[in-house]
């Protein structure tokens, strides 16, 4: 290949369309196609490593920048799930510190070490997806009640009034729910964990990675369940083998958030007249 049909080549165009997509796709194909043209940057590398022509090692370093930010975009996009914008499979669970519960004690993560599996489900008192999905998480736990091998824990990252603590000691004491649940007041437990639905779950494993995420099952209404994703990823997780499906989409209620103001700046002094 001579300089003018290397100087010609569109490599220039294949990097930013490498930006403009990784932009608009999910990040397993936007991790695919920066492979693809990272591939191109390197064989052009490859190309002119033995010319000295200066026009061409400018452009070079220009694709050397751009090949960092590809890596970089890949890196960011392999940090994500396919529906979960803050975890993927495999990823060490954030987990929480001292969030109050119904029992009135502080919990974290950390004391729930003897466990096997942990179950964590982000829920609400006010949801009504939730509130369907209140008798299945009971008889989830119940389920392995024999052993102390698998716990679930329900987390309320709800800023609504009506899920307050008082409100999640009523709705506990009503459904006399066998597992924790907690209060996550300022949501940051839900924000760390990238949920936003409710009901939302996760399935950790011995060492607290996330081997599962999302949806509990394959349908809200509990006569139409046909696959139990969580209590299979739960079954496969206890003896050790593979998951068939470790992501599905969460149903259910928006997390409700409460809205961040940006700051009013100051209004600029008049001088005096």
Same mark, same amino acid.
């Given at each position: 290949?001579?300089?003018?049909?290397?100087?010609?080549?569109?490599?220039?165009?294949?990097?930013?369309?490498?930006?403009?997509?990784?932009?608009?796709?999910?990040?397993?194909?936007?991790?695919?196609?920066?492979?693809?043209?990272?591939?191109?940057?390197?064989?052009?590398?490859?190309?002119?490593?033995?010319?000295?022509?200066?026009?061409?090692?400018? /452009? !070079?370093?220009?694709?050397?920048?751009?090949?960092?930010?590809?890596?970089?975009?890949?890196?960011? #996009?392999? #940090?994500?799930? %396919?529906?979960? %914008?803050?975890?993927?499979?495999?990823?060490?669970?954030?987990?929480?510190?001292?969030?109050?519960?119904?029992?009135?004690?502080?919990?974290?993560?950390?004391?729930?070490?003897?466990?096997?599996?942990?179950?964590?489900?982000?829920?609400?008192?006010?949801?009504?997806?939730?509130?369907?999905?209140?008798?299945?998480?009971? #008889?989830?736990?119940?389920?392995?009640?024999?052993?102390?091998?698998?716990?679930?824990?329900?987390?309320?990252?709800?800023?609504?009034?009506?899920?307050?603590?008082?409100?999640?000691?009523?709705?506990?004491?009503?459904? %006399?729910?066998?597992? !924790?649940?907690?209060?996550?007041?300022?949501?940051?437990?839900?924000?760390?964990?990238?949920?936003?639905?409710?009901?939302?779950?996760?399935?950790?494993? /011995?060492? /607290?990675?996330?081997?599962?995420?999302?949806?509990?099952?394959?349908?809200?209404?509990?006569?139409?369940?046909?696959?139990?994703?969580?209590?299979?990823?739960?079954?496969?997780?206890?003896?050790?083998?593979?998951?068939?499906?470790?992501?599905?989409?969460?149903?259910?209620?928006?997390?409700?958030?409460?809205?961040?103001?940006?700051?009013?700046?100051?209004?600029?002094?008049?001088?005096?007249?």
């Amino acid at each position: 290949m001579t300089d003018t049909e290397l100087e010609n080549r569109p490599c220039h165009a294949t990097t930013a369309a490498a930006f403009l997509s990784c932009g608009r796709v999910i990040a397993p194909a936007c991790a695919d196609r920066i492979h693809q043209h990272i591939t191109v940057v390197l064989s052009f590398a490859a190309e002119t490593s033995s010319m000295s022509n200066p026009r061409l090692h400018k /452009r !070079l370093g220009h694709f050397a920048l751009g090949l960092f930010f590809l890596v970089t975009l890949a890196g960011s #996009a392999s #940090a994500q799930g %396919k529906y979960n %914008k803050m975890l993927a499979i495999g990823d060490q669970a954030p987990g929480w510190q001292d969030l109050l519960g119904t029992d009135d004690a502080r919990h974290s993560l950390e004391e729930l070490n003897d466990c096997e599996v942990i179950v964590v489900c982000f829920t609400s008192n006010t949801c009504l997806y939730s509130v369907d999905y209140e008798d299945r998480l009971i #008889a989830l736990q119940k389920k392995y009640a024999d052993s102390d091998d698998v716990r679930v824990v329900a987390i309320n990252s709800n800023a609504v009034k009506a899920d307050d603590l008082d409100h999640m000691k009523e709705r506990a004491g009503e459904k %006399k729910f066998p597992f !924790l649940y907690l209060r996550d007041d300022d949501q940051s437990v839900a924000r760390t964990w990238g949920a936003i639905y409710t009901p939302e779950f996760f399935v950790l494993n /011995r060492k /607290r990675q996330v081997v599962y995420m999302g949806a509990m099952d394959d349908s809200t209404n509990p006569d139409g369940v046909m696959t139990r994703y969580v209590e299979l990823a739960v079954d496969a997780t206890l003896i050790h083998s593979d998951i068939e499906h470790t992501e599905t989409a969460a149903r259910g209620c928006a997390i409700r958030m409460p809205r961040r103001r940006k700051p009013v700046p100051d209004p600029i002094s008049q001088p005096d007249r």
